[in-house]
């Protein structure tokens, strides 16, 4: 049963049409303009010979939810690596994918899924455009290293010097799906390697070490905060996939890191991260997308008024905010489980039967025996004991948009089981994710989530800048870069780069990671950085690189 669609913005193509002038005097002369002749471009005290790039997924060119070669080639080290090049630079490799499909293998068996692609409306799978595709990049096939381009796809701070679980590396096929990650499991120099080591074995002369504070708080945020803050907890060994990396920890990490990285005399820059809930991935779904003239829930939401209205007596008792009403002129809020409220389940349940005759006619209505008032009184209890309904401070993950006004079928199923027995059509009803059905915490991050987030945030962002300060690094805040980008926007040539899903042109279809446009803009940023602390001229000479020259999005025909 389907009750609502939540769909993307649509993208919107405007096209100018040009007039020509055809009559001499309609024509305007101006004289040539004179340019200034531009310095040469010099590295001043910056030694690029041998440019390590050190980091997670934006380093790795992760793009549109995937990693694939054309991504990879724009990723903003191999952009930094060409201009480089001009002054002393040395050759960049990268771990390249074996496609533009995207995704990854495992001794045949998928393990990441292709990339995503715009399908008209919004990001969606490649393979609902073209159909199945073989994911041909297998991490059993490993490229030959050493690479330049050392950016790993979901590591944390800590997993750098592989102080994970004991025993069991990094870069270790045994460890898959326990503690190694795949796409440094194809370029590890051995099982046993550790990422920082397999960089220092280049003897870098030049590096950036980028993002890596961001997944010490993204796995948290983006499976809605069913992780654990580990504030407090020191052995990272203990941690779950999800959880929020401890501040001394990543200190720790950090720092080790950086003192191994200058440790050879090389120079460097160092980034900070953004507060990851400004990106499209948390702002795009809004809190109130239940619309009364959807004609599949406008027309049902009396009957849910009426069903509601036995509980909002209690809650107007209990907890007057938790009272959940559907508007039939505005946009509604969709439900939440929010489990940060006490729970009220037993309140709920012995409420209802307080009044046992007239809970008995109000389940009556819905064809309903007397003797199943203390099951339903029981279920209601259970559902809807942390239930609420959604705020503007509440932020939805991307993929809500997929769940919110479907039939979740695992409620439909027990609710049509023993002991409630429910018939297919009263199941269906109260199993519509976001409206009968509180979401789960998974799709919603609450602002006690988001403070934790924060939190986090700015430790490991004071820890950033004082290492860079300390080793007399360049810096980039893209903190505030991506701040700007939320806010008014970036300008950049011809265009102003903003963060909104598919229309901004900075962040990609995943939500979370750039486009190749927004990965030039990065590299722009960390040369204006070396310019400011090692006496280059990237900026004065003419030097940046032109972000409109690059694409936004891929065709899905790409291969």
């Given at each position: ?192 390697a550790s990422v920082l080591g397999d960089v220092m074995a280049q003897n870098p002369s030049f590096f950036t070490l ?327 001229n990237f900026e004065e000479s003419g030097n940046f690189v032109d972000a409109g020259n690059y694409p936004t999005n891929f065709s899905p025909t790409l291969q």
């Open positions: 049963m389907k009750i609502i669609n939540i769909k993307y913005i649509a993208l919107l193509v405007a096209f100018i049409g040009f007039t020509a002038c055809n009559d001499p005097e309609d024509v305007t002369l101006i004289e040539e303009e004179v340019v200034a002749e531009l310095p040469a471009l010099s590295s001043g005290s910056a030694d690029f010979s041998n440019y390590v790039a050190i980091g997670a997924s934006f380093t790795a060119g992760y793009t549109d939810g995937a990693l694939f070669k054309a991504a990879q080639e724009n990723s903003f080290p191999n952009i930094l690596s060409k201009q480089f090049a001009k002054v002393g630079g040395g050759a960049f490799t990268q771990p390249l994918m074996n496609d533009n499909f995207g995704g990854l293998a495992a001794n045949g068996a998928r393990i990441a899924e292709p990339r995503l692609v715009f399908g008209g409306a919004g990001p969606v799978p490649l393979e609902s455009l073209i159909g199945p595709v073989t994911v041909t990049t297998d991490l059993t096939a490993n490229p030959t290293g050493p690479f330049n381009n050392m950016g790993i796809p979901g590591a944390k701070s800590f997993h750098l010097l592989d102080l994970g679980i004991p025993g069991s590396g990094y870069g270790d096929i045994m460890g898959l799906g326990v503690y190694a990650n795949p796409y440094f499991i194809r370029m590890a120099s051995s099982p046993s980028s993002e890596i504070a961001g997944n010490d708080v993204l796995s948290y945020a983006l499976s809605g905060g069913t992780g654990v803050d580990q504030t407090g907890n020191i052995n990272p060994a203990t941690y779950g996939i999800n959880d929020i990396t401890d501040p001394n920890v990543f200190a720790q990490a950090f720092n080790a890191t950086v003192t191994t990285l200058t440790s050879n005399g090389a120079n460097g820059v160092i980034a900070n991260i953004p507060y990851i809930t400004d990106l499209p991935h948390f702002t795009t779904v809004p809190h109130n997308p239940l619309d009364p003239s959807n004609p599949d829930f406008g027309p049902q939401i009396p009957l849910l008024n009426s069903i509601f209205g036995a509980l909002n007596q209690i809650f107007a008792q209990v907890d007057p905010s938790r009272i959940i009403l559907f508007s039939e002129t505005e946009a509604s809020a969709v439900v939440i489980k929010d489990e940060s409220l006490a729970d009220i389940s037993a309140i709920i349940s012995g409420g209802l039967l307080s009044n046992l005759p007239a809970f008995e006619a109000f389940i009556g209505q819905f064809n309903l025996p007397p003797q199943a008032a203390p099951g339903v009184a029981g279920l209601l209890g259970l559902v809807y004991g942390q239930a609420r309904q959604a705020t503007e401070d509440d932020l939805f993950v991307l993929p809500s948009s997929n769940v919110i006004g479907e039939v979740n079928t695992d409620t439909f199923a027990q609710l049509s089981s023993p002991p409630f027995s429910l018939p297919p059509a009263l199941a269906g009803q109260f199993s519509v994710e976001g409206i009968t059905l509180p979401l789960e915490d998974k799709w919603v991050l609450l602002p006690s989530e988001q403070l934790e987030i924060k939190t986090a945030t700015d430790a490991f962002n004071s820890t950033i800048a004082d290492a860079a300060t300390t080793n007399g690094l360049a810096f980039v805040d893209f903190k505030s870069i991506l701040e700007q980008a939320s806010t008014t926007g970036i300008p950049t040539g011809n265009y102003t780069l903003t963060t909104n899903l598919v229309t901004g042109g900075l962040v990609s279809l995943d939500g979370i990671h750039l486009t190749a446009r927004g990965y030039a803009v990065m590299a722009n940023e960390f040369m204006k950085a070396i310019d400011a602390t090692y006496g280059s």
